[in-house]
């Protein structure tokens, strides 16, 4: 069986380009696209016992065996020419000579049949076409298509390929950017990916944000970001190590002043406490002292008095003014003018309680007295009587 391998192709030149099909080639010189003689320029164009033949715009692959046999032109019988007779003279009317056929410049392949290259006859008469391709009589590469065509067929390279002398070739779509982030060549086609925090879109190529945010991956807040995100935490935490999770802040130990009297941590914010006797004030750090005696929040007696200072209280028992000293008020003695107990003693006591605070700095006044013109004649002694012991007590006039 014969096989053929056939090229038609047309020579494209276009009005202001330089480009021609395969099987051409463009000539500056000529300004047009001549023919390409693949037959040399084509290492093994045809394989095996075959001989190829430059064609315009492409080449044929025959047997070696058909291309050595001579060329015999079929001559047609032409009669056997009449010549005049020269014993009467010549005529003026001569027989033409007949035609010379003009050998062709490739060889003819001749068959017994009378279908031409690439069919064979059938039971009708007529010519089918051979399909090269399915009855494996091609020469394509193994990296080749055989594509059967009227009379021959032709040998191409499937989608992601292209020719290159003679042999399919990948083509690396990575290098023309089809994918928006992340390309991997793979033969005969590409594979499109995306960075992390991406996701591929439907079309193959381009990548969208995803929103992480929204499967809750932080602890507090979560701020979504082009291709990642970030991790807030609430007033009175700071952001762990691992960027999602919140640890709580020790306010406490910032600063041994915040709180007047003791500090306590908690989660996300701290408070202050007092001491007992104490409450916290308005400014949440300050300490203001609690008057139980105005809160009714104490143990005296009816009978007692009820006496406050700065962090608590003190129940005063009645007054009692020891004899020749008769009580006047609830904090005042006194011894009259006509008793003569009362000559060399004062005329009057009057009793003061006063809230002394700890931890004030000395020496400080602590209070003040001043004597009164409401009794003329009269003279003032002032003196500590009793209760300075340890002489933290002085007086200064």
């Not at 291709?227 to 802040?249: P, V």
């Not at 000559?343 to 009793?351: A, G, Q």
Request: net charge negative; with cysteine; proline share 7%.
């Amino acid at each position: 069986m014969l096989a053929a391998l056939v090229f038609i192709l047309l020579c494209i030149q276009p009005g202001h380009g330089q480009t021609c099909t395969d099987g051409f080639a463009y000539d500056r010189r000529a300004r047009q696209c001549i023919d390409v003689d693949e037959c040399r320029t084509l290492p093994d164009a045809c394989r095996g016992d075959m001989r190829c033949v430059n064609q315009n715009g492409g080449y044929l692959c025959i047997t070696r065996t058909l291309y050595n046999q001579p060329y015999r032109p079929e001559t047609p019988v032409l009669p056997e020419p009449v010549y005049p007779d020269t014993s009467v003279g010549f005529s003026d009317t001569f027989l033409p000579a007949p035609p010379r056929s003009v050998e062709p410049s490739y060889p003819r392949v001749r068959t017994t049949a009378q279908c031409i290259l690439g069919y064979t006859p059938a039971d009708d008469g007529t010519c089918n076409d051979i399909d090269e391709c399915e009855t494996n009589s091609h020469h394509c590469n193994p990296t080749q298509v055989c594509i059967n065509t009227a009379g021959g067929y032709t040998c191409s390279c499937t989608e992601g390929y292209w020719l290159i002398g003679g042999q399919c070739q990948d083509i690396d779509e990575c290098r023309y950017g089809y994918c928006q982030q992340l390309c991997a060549n793979v033969p005969g086609s590409y594979s499109c990916s995306c960075n992390p925090g991406f996701i591929l879109n439907p079309d193959s190529r381009t990548c969208q944000d995803v929103d992480e945010c929204e499967d809750e991956p932080c602890s507090h807040g979560c701020f979504n970001t082009y291709g990642s995100f970030m991790c807030n935490c609430d007033e009175g935490f700071e952001l762990a190590s691992d960027g999602t999770s919140c640890i709580d802040l020790d306010e406490c130990s910032f600063s041994e002043f915040l709180c007047q009297h003791s500090c306590v941590n908690t989660p996300g914010s701290f408070s202050c406490i007092c001491p007992p006797g104490y409450y916290v004030y308005e400014d949440g750090r300050s300490c203001e002292d609690i008057n139980e005696c105005d809160t009714g929040n104490n143990t005296c007696t009816t009978a007692q008095v009820c006496f406050n200072f700065q962090g608590g209280y003190t129940c005063l028992d009645p007054l009692q003014c020891h004899s020749p000293y008769i009580e006047v008020s609830d904090n005042q003695c006194m011894c009259s003018a006509e008793n003569p107990a009362c000559r060399d003693k004062p005329f009057t006591v009057l009793y003061r309680h006063m809230d002394l605070s700890s931890g004030r700095s000395v020496p400080a006044d602590i209070f003040q007295m001043q004597a009164t013109t409401r009794y003329p004649g009269a003279f003032y002694i002032f003196q500590i009587k009793s209760g300075n012991e340890g002489r933290e007590f002085y007086m200064r006039v």
